[in-house]
């Protein structure tokens, strides 16, 4: 049996008509490699700011959609050695489910298990960055920061908000932050627009990169550009 062919061949105009037309279709980004993780302290004296943080939390979410959107994963640590680590959530739906249930649990902290938890998803699949907040430190400062060192050397920055104004604390973080190639900040608990504008300049890093921060010309993102 022979294979027919159409007969009538495109013009040049139209295969260029139609070329034109595919260049102006909006541009797909692979957000396969876009996951941020959002870490939480939830020990005892954090309840005030885990009601904060997940009020806020789909800021993240929004802030990244017109880049292609992110996949977010949830962290938290609280009580004796309880460390929760949420399945992969593309909505605020999603992890508003995780977080609604939540109460913070009196505990030491345990930055040190989500640092490797971490480094574990990044080598499975590449992390853009990882948020945490938190108000203490009360583990090895050298082991910490030889943890985020490995973050540095595997391109996974930290972005640490630091709530409070504990002196020590702020020592730490910020030199996680500077070994980890990310940035340091502190919010005032009472100000829900600071960590709003932190959380968002964070998630368009992710999704975006530099210039994304660049462009939402705050505060928040100021004070991150000077970091990195």
Known sequence: MTESFPEKRSSSQAIASF????????????????????????????QPTWDQARALHGEMFDASKTLGGLSIQLCYYRGLGQFHASPWGRSPGQLHDEMVSVRCAAGYTQIHTLLRHCLAEHQQEK?????????????????LCG??????????????????????????????????GGAYARFDAASAAQLRDLLRAVASYASGGVDALRKLQDNAARHLLEQL
């Open 19 to 46: 070329l034109d037309k595919a260049e102006k279709l909006p541009a797909k980004r692979d957000v396969s490699g876009c996951r941020l993780v959002f870490a939480l302290d939830a020990t005892a004296s954090r």
């Open 127 to 143: 992390l853009k960055a990882v948020i945490f907040i938190g108000d203490a430190v009360e583990e090895s400062v050298d082991a």
């Open 147 to 180: 943890l985020a060192g490995e973050c540095g050397l595997r391109q996974l920055p930290l972005f640490l908000f630091q709530e409070g104004s504990d002196g020590d604390v702020t020592r730490v973080f910020k030199r996680l932050a500077k070994l980890s």
